[in-house]
């Protein structure tokens, strides 16, 4: 049976003002299939759950249909709610403990719905319990507990058998795994597929982002009560389209990633309307305070509600409505149709006296992300940072920064160019004047772009930005050189001064090179602090693979002026497919030996593969004819014989042995009852 | 940071020397004409007699009083240095900044005309144009400027060469920053020594050219100078009137030229933050 919620609003009452819960959510969840909800805290998942089972609280606004296979649901009384609750609709709660009666056994209350709803006697209803309970891993010793007995993640599996006795048509899991631990999980995972192939509807509300992932069919996105991006499971770790999306990828601890966690910049809202207010046409972004109390920043919001987290926003995206517009196979609510590229290079290339250092080169860096570059020194990695920068100029191709002309932005207007890029240097001890002062270094951008010209304002800004990459603000330290500081601080100095004036895109140029281990931790900490704070794009050009691991959302590999492979950093590291980047992945850890082919009997010519002298899988061709960049999968790749996905584990089917047969457990059951 | 530089600059012994003497020849210079006690044209003393109470460094073959000569004579060789080396200086400035900075073809045009001049020999041009023009000496020293800018531009040219190229010119390009705040706040305060050391060197070559130029007889024979002093005095060597009447204005020239350098070097030393620590303060 498929359900079908359409315009579904939710609004809480309160005395003084309402929370829209719920706003046009429109969501088809398909037999055989499951659609996982995911979002923060606060964002109506629960509520969306409450809704379809029609236990919503009383002073609850609700309008819009729920609809099971084109019928309708009726939700105006008990009466005609209680003929599919439960029987065709069915929901596991997500806080058991709260949720079961602390006064009764936990078999008794998984047994109640099959005497309530069933014309079953007690013994087959017991019977039919404890097998579903068995099934998820709870002993027979545990049924006749009391639910303070159990843990959490115990009683949490007891709500799932609740609420899946009856076999319902469509299941709600509301949080089914948020505390259960792993192997306990797969058990849940288990539940879902055997449920798929029972041709079932499921809707799985999660904020575990890698489980919904791997079990779901299709994922909603929602935020403040609206569905911000609905997509295909497996794009939402490696290649979402909405900002939303991707900045709860980048906040979930998956796996896979080697990135350090990040997080989605400001605090969650929650939509609120004061009462006094007849017409709701006002709507404030009420942040959810720890106390309680509701500090009401009164912005009308017609426009996206993420505007003000998000990483791409424009003037527009306040109060442009938007809605959620298919693409492809996404539905993404946002005016900038999806992550926007904040600089694309179409075949930029760049030769300095007949040497050629960038051949031509497609790259395209997504807003809000951080892309590392990685390659040997000498590779073209500071040349492609200065063409991306605007500092050098190409001998051919296109550069786009933030879908306009970057050489025409250089041409006519570069100031206003050279506010949006941050760039910061290697060598900040050179890329400082050894003349000028602290105080003078930070207020160089402030007095290019005149931005103001007295001392006193000058101060405040410099002072602002000290306290931001985290350095003194006396008096004493604005008047030091920048010989008399450590390499540490004098690279917090650069970092100040690439932030000074706010720009979207920050370049940084091997920032931590000349750094030890312990100064480069907390500067390359500072940096993606300000990063996820400030929702910059940046692009990280290092050599240090193990570094680039730790920060990157993406990754490019460069060879010899020519990007070899790019692609989300997780599957770069996990997988890598050209020979070149699993070299410097092992070079990076001291195990790769440089690979001479002595057999080889034609010399490579110009227009080969640069790693075929030293690729083990090269083959004749190789060394005659490069091969083109193209796209596989989600990576692009230039290479004629990657190396095969070796890390694609087949997924192990876990389930707990039983050794006691059903025969048993139920007699046994039985007489545990009785004495 | 003045305080600083201050103290830095009392306590280093080559300021002390230099601006000791260049402070008393630039005094020499503004008040000696007062301070002369007597007429320097006047020529109604005894000629050629030793040193007298009366005249201190004696009189010479017109008998006019040597001390008085030698005053007015550091007073003009000096003035015709300073603004002969203060033009030189701009022009050779400007034009090496000028052509560093933008290169390309006005690069090419400006540093060929600096080739021409620099094969141009030129006091043969300052000595033509003295016999035929007879120009007033503050003329002659603005020629000889506009002869002696290329050495200061094409060094001026080579740093703002280097400097274009360094990182910190490329931050500030990158920022957005104008030719002009680039030139103002960046290549102008770097190069600050190239200044002084060329602005000294052009000085000395200016007061070597006046010298000379007035020791070949090409200036005004009355006019009071260093090198007519030094040409008239070796007429009569041979009377013993070196001590008292050649050697004046030869310690004259060779001291102040040798404070000039002195100055400079200290300036540099003190004014370049970096240079300063490395040397610390125990260069001299």
């Given at each position: 049976m498929n359900m079908k919620i359409s315009s579904l609003n939710v609004i809480y009452k309160n005395k003084s003002h309402c929370i829209h819960a719920l706003d046009k959510v429109k969501l088809e969840i398909k037999a055989g299939e499951c659609t996982a909800l995911i979002g923060e805290s606060g964002s109506g998942k629960s509520t969306l759950a409450n809704a379809c089972l029609g236990i919503l609280p009383k002073n609850t606004c609700?309008?819009?249909?729920?609809?099971?296979?084109?019928?309708?649901?009726?939700?105006?009384?008990?009466?005609?709610?209680?003929?599919?609750?439960?029987?065709?609709?069915?929901?596991?709660f997500q806080?058991?403990?709260?949720?079961?009666?602390?006064?009764?056994?936990?078999?008794?209350?998984?047994?109640?719905?099959?005497?309530?709803?069933?014309?079953?006697?007690?013994?087959?209803?017991?019977?039919?319990?404890?097998?579903?309970?068995?099934?998820?891993?709870?002993?027979?010793?545990?049924?006749?507990?009391?639910?303070?007995?159990?843990?959490?993640?115990?009683?949490?599996?007891?709500?799932?058998?609740?609420?899946?006795?009856?076999?319902?048509?469509?299941?709600?899991?509301?949080?089914?795994?948020?505390?259960?631990?792993?192997?306990?999980?797969?058990?849940?995972?288990?539940?879902?597929?055997?449920?798929?192939?029972?041709?079932?509807?499921?809707?799985?509300?999660?904020?575990?982002?890698?489980?919904?992932?791997?079990?779901?069919?299709?994922?909603?996105?929602?935020?403040?009560?609206?569905?911000?991006?609905?997509?295909?499971?497996?794009?939402?770790?490696?290649?979402?389209?909405?900002?939303?999306?991707?900045?709860?990828?980048?906040?979930?601890?998956?796996?896979?990633?080697?990135?350090?966690?990040?997080?989605?910049?400001?605090?969650?809202?929650l939509r609120t309307t004061h009462n006094n207010h007849d017409q709701p046409t006002h709507r404030h972004l009420t942040h959810n305070k720890l106390h309680g109390e509701h500090n009401t920043n009164h912005i009308p919001i017609d426009g996206c509600l993420f505007h003000n987290r998000c990483t791409q926003e424009l003037t527009l995206c306040k109060h442009q409505k938007v809605k959620?517009?298919?693409?492809?196979?996404?539905?993404?609510?946002?005016?900038?149709?999806?992550?926007?590229?904040?600089?694309?290079?179409?075949?930029?290339?760049?030769?300095?006296?007949?040497?050629?250092?960038?051949?031509?080169?497609?790259?395209?860096?997504?807003?809000?992300?951080?892309?590392?570059?990685?390659?040997?020194?000498?590779?073209?990695?500071?040349?492609?940072?200065?063409?991306?920068?605007?500092?050098?100029?190409?001998?051919?191709?296109?550069?786009?920064?933030?879908?306009?002309?970057?050489?025409?932005?250089?041409?006519?207007?570069?100031?206003?160019?050279?506010?949006?890029?941050?760039?910061?240097?290697?060598?900040?001890?050179?890329?400082?004047?050894?003349?000028?002062?602290?105080?003078?270094?930070?207020?160089?951008?402030?007095?290019?772009?005149?931005?103001?010209?007295?001392?006193?304002?000058?101060?405040?800004?410099?002072?602002?930005?000290?306290?931001?990459?985290?350095?003194?603000?006396?008096?004493?330290?604005?008047?030091?050189?920048?010989?008399?500081?450590?390499?540490?601080?004098?690279q917090r100095v650069g970092i100040a001064r690439a932030l000074a004036l706010k720009p979207s895109f920050l370049i940084a140029d091997e920032p931590t090179s000349s750094l030890d281990p312990s100064v480069q931790a907390k500067v390359v900490k500072l940096l993606l602090e300000l990063q996820i704070e400030l929702g910059l794009s940046m692009l990280f050009i290092t050599h240090d693979i193990g570094l680039a691991r730790k920060i990157s959302d993406r990754l490019g590999v460069i060879l010899q002026g020519q990007l070899v492979e790019i692609g989300p950093a997780s599957l770069l590291f996990g997988t890598p497919a050209h020979p070149y980047t699993k070299f410097l992945i092992d070079s990076a850890a001291g195990l790769a030996?440089?690979?001479?082919?002595?057999?080889?009997?034609?010399?490579?010519?110009?227009?080969?593969?640069?790693f075929s002298m030293h690729c083990p899988r090269a083959r004749e061709h190789c060394h005659q004819l490069a091969p083109q960049i193209k796209l596989h999968g989600e990576r692009l790749l230039a290479c004629h014989y990657p190396l095969p996905d070796y890390i694609k584990q087949h997924q192990s089917n876990l389930y707990i042995k039983q050794n006691i047969s059903d025969q048993d457990l139920h007699s046994k059951t039985l007489s545990t009852i009785a004495s | 940071m003045h305080i600083n530089l201050r103290t830095n600059f009392i306590s280093d012994p080559w300021f002390l020397i230099g601006a000791s003497f260049t402070t008393l020849f630039c005094l020499i210079a503004l008040i000696g004409p007062i301070l002369s006690p007597h007429d320097p044209w006047e020529m109604s003393f005894d000629p050629i007699s030793p040193p007298t109470i009366e005249h201190i460094l004696g009189t010479n073959d017109c008998g006019?009083?040597?001390?008085?000569?030698?005053?007015?004579?550091?007073?003009?060789?000096?003035?015709?240095?300073?603004?002969?080396?203060?033009?030189?200086l701009i022009f050779g400035v400007a034009i090496g900044l000028t052509s560093g900075w933008y290169g390309g073809k006005i690069d090419l045009f400006l540093m060929r005309l600096a080739d021409i001049l620099l094969a141009t020999p030129s006091i043969m041009i300052l000595i033509l144009a003295a016999s035929f023009f007879h120009p007033s000496p503050i003329t002659l020293a603005l020629l000889l400027a506009l002869l002696m800018w290329p050495t200061i531009s094409k060094v001026v040219r080579a740093?703002?060469?280097?400097?274009?190229?360094?990182?910190?010119?490329?931050?500030?390009?990158?920022?957005?920053?104008?030719?002009?705040?680039?030139?103002?706040?960046?290549?102008?305060?770097?190069?600050?020594?190239?200044?002084?050391?060329?602005?000294?060197?052009?000085?000395?070559?200016?007061?070597?050219?006046?010298?000379?130029?007035?020791?070949?007889?090409?200036?005004?024979?009355?006019?009071?100078?260093?090198?007519?002093?030094?040409?008239?005095?070796?007429?009569?060597?041979?009377?013993?009137?070196?001590?008292?009447?050649?050697?004046?204005?030869?310690?004259?020239?060779?001291?102040?030229?040798?404070?000039?350098?002195?100055?400079?070097?200290?300036?540099?030393?003190?004014?370049?933050?970096?240079?300063?620590?490395?040397?610390?303060?125990n260069l001299a």
């Open positions: 609700f309008s819009g249909s729920i609809a099971l296979d084109n019928s309708p649901l009726n939700y105006c009384n008990e009466e005609t709610i209680n003929q599919f609750r439960w029987k065709k609709i069915a929901l596991a806080n058991g403990a709260a949720n079961l009666n602390p006064v009764q056994k936990i078999i008794d209350q998984v047994t109640e719905p099959l005497l309530i709803h069933t014309d079953i006697d007690k013994a087959t209803a017991l019977k039919i319990a404890s097998q579903s309970l068995n099934k998820l891993g709870l002993s027979p010793d545990q049924l006749l507990l009391f639910p303070h007995q159990l843990s959490g993640g115990q009683l949490q599996r007891v709500m799932l058998t609740m609420a899946l006795i009856l076999d319902p048509e469509v299941i709600i899991l509301d949080e089914p795994t948020a505390c259960l631990d792993a192997i306990t999980k797969s058990l849940v995972a288990n539940v879902i597929e055997e449920n798929k192939h029972k041709n079932k509807a499921i809707l799985l509300i999660t904020h575990d982002l890698e489980f919904a992932a791997n079990n779901s069919n299709t994922i909603a996105v929602l935020y403040a009560g609206q569905i911000m991006e609905q997509l295909p499971a497996k794009h939402l770790l490696t290649s979402p389209k909405h900002p939303y999306t991707m900045a709860l990828a980048r906040s979930y601890p998956a796996t896979n990633t080697a990135r350090d966690l990040g997080g989605i910049k400001g605090d969650f809202c959620l517009i298919p693409q492809q196979d996404h539905h993404i609510r946002c005016l900038r149709n999806g992550i926007v590229n904040i600089l694309e290079l179409k075949e930029a290339s760049k030769s300095h006296d007949g040497i050629v250092a960038l051949h031509k080169n497609d790259l395209t860096i997504k807003a809000g992300e951080v892309f590392s570059l990685v390659g040997e020194s000498g590779s073209g990695k500071s040349t492609l940072a200065m063409i991306a920068a605007g500092i050098l100029k190409t001998d051919s191709g296109k550069r786009i920064f933030k879908g306009k002309n970057m050489d025409e932005l250089i041409k006519y207007n570069y100031k206003s160019l050279s506010k949006q890029i941050g760039f910061i240097f290697q060598n900040q001890s050179s890329a400082l004047s050894h003349r000028f002062n602290i105080f003078e270094a930070i207020a160089e951008p402030f007095r290019i772009h005149k931005i103001t010209e007295s001392k006193e304002e000058l101060l405040v800004l410099v002072k602002k930005l000290l306290t931001d990459v985290h350095l003194p603000t006396e008096e004493a330290f604005l008047k030091y050189y920048p010989h008399q500081l450590n390499q540490g601080s004098l030996k440089i690979y001479i082919d002595h057999n080889q009997t034609t010399t490579p010519l110009k227009s080969g593969c640069s | 006019q009083d040597i001390f008085s000569e030698l005053l007015y004579s550091i007073h003009n060789t000096i003035f015709f240095g300073l603004s002969s080396g203060f033009t030189t740093n703002t060469l280097i400097l274009r190229e360094s990182l910190h010119i490329k931050a500030a390009k990158q920022m957005g920053a104008s030719n002009w705040y680039i030139i103002k706040r960046h290549l102008l305060p770097e190069m600050y020594p190239i200044y002084l050391i060329g602005f000294t060197s052009k000085i000395r070559s200016a007061v070597f050219m006046e010298a000379s130029l007035a020791f070949l007889g090409l200036f005004d024979p009355t006019r009071k100078s260093l090198g007519i002093m030094i040409s008239y005095s070796l007429k009569y060597y041979y009377l013993g009137i070196w001590w008292n009447w050649l050697m004046p204005p030869i310690i004259c020239l060779s001291v102040l030229i040798t404070a000039t350098t002195f100055l400079a070097i200290s300036l540099e030393k003190v004014m370049d933050p970096r240079l300063k620590e490395s040397l610390g303060d």
